[in-house]
């Protein structure tokens, strides 16, 4: 049942940290950040990014984590470690780059078995273009979709979900929306690839995220769902409905008719403005159980439907901001 698995941003909880731990010297370990993140009410995983979280002592990392009654909800690749990755690291010019990427990749999908989880997020955004005549465009596309190939057949058990982001660091991402994901997936062909749907992604890929999810599981499979909120202009990593209530609404809805029950993440930045980023999370959690009861009395009553069926914006509009008022 949609509701019941919540993960986070485990860098979310570095958030005052000096104030939290005032004998701290230095950065936050893993240690700090997921025993901290397990006094958030209601929260039940945690994702980890590779190499970053997950780079180490694998079995210390388990300990800690299964330690504060949390479990793992996948891992997400990071390509930072060699500064060469800036100008792609599936996509870079250097066959030698690509290669240490997809190497690396294959190296935290293992990682995320070791951990036990089977979803494995690829957040591909160095692999782009900046300027016009920058690069062959059906060459940049034809390493994109070898690279996911190759890290997809390394594990066939091991789910491979794209994040899509239509650009930051590059100024255009190759992969920036649903479509051109969907598109991705399709010229690879394996069974265990997915999307996951950001929020705030999918807001400043000028999409309705209701529409984008019905388009990914129509084609593919939701294996991610980050929720958060944003002014459609950037990353603004904001609170759960903080701007858009309807549209954040509309794709719980959408996902949940759909009988999708993975864990809602939530990509906020707490850390960005100094809040408590275990206040943060609970309030994430309490709004989308609220919304989620919702969708509940929505389900119970055919006039949506009905409006729907009609394509009655003014009816449907009604049943919504009745329904949101409580009444």
């Known amino acids: ?109 293992d990682a995320a078995r070791s951990l036990g989880t089977n979803l494995m997020t690829l957040w591909l955004g160095q692999d782009g273009f900046d300027y016009a005549f920058q690069c062959d465009y059906q060459a940049l596309w034809d390493d994109e979709v070898a690279g996911i190939a190759e890290v997809a057949a390394h594990d066939p058990d091991c789910q491979i979900s794209i994040e899509y982001k239509p650009n930051e660091p590059r100024a255009y991402s190759l992969l920036p929306d649903a479509a051109t994901t969907l598109l991705a997936i399709a010229d690879v062909g394996a069974a265990n690839l997915g999307v996951t749907l950001d929020f705030a992604h999918s807001l400043y890929a000028d999409e309705q995220p209701a529409n984008a999810a019905a388009m990914i599981l129509r084609r593919s499979q939701l294996l991610g769902l980050h929720l958060n909120d944003g002014y459609a202009k950037r990353d603004d990593g904001l609170m759960v409905g903080a701007v858009h209530g309807q549209a954040t609404l509309e794709l719980l809805r959408q996902v949940a008719r759909a009988g999708w029950d993975g864990a809602i993440y939530f990509d906020t930045f707490p850390d960005a403005s100094g809040l408590d980023p275990v206040r943060e999370c609970e309030v994430n959690i309490r709004t989308v159980r609220r919304m989620l009861a919702q969708v509940a009395r929505m389900e119970g009553d055919n006039r949506l439907g009905e409006a729907q069926a009609r394509q009655d914006a003014v009816a449907a509009q009604d049943i919504v901001q009745e329904t949101m008022a409580g009444g």
């Open 1 to 109: 049942m949609l509701g019941q698995r919540f993960a986070t941003r485990l860098n979310s909880f570095a958030s005052g940290a000096q104030v939290y731990w005032p004998d701290l010297a230095g950065k936050p370990t893993l240690r700090h950040l997921v025993e901290r993140a397990a006094t958030a009410k209601g929260l039940t995983e945690v994702d980890l990014n590779f190499p970053d979280h997950a780079g180490g002592n694998l079995a210390e990392t388990a300990a800690i984590i299964s330690g504060t009654g949390l479990i793992v909800n996948g891992l997400a690749m990071r390509y930072y470690s060699n500064p060469a990755f800036k100008l792609g690291a599936f996509t870079n010019p250097d066959r030698a780059v690509r290669r240490e990427a997809i190497d690396l990749t294959k190296r935290g999908i």
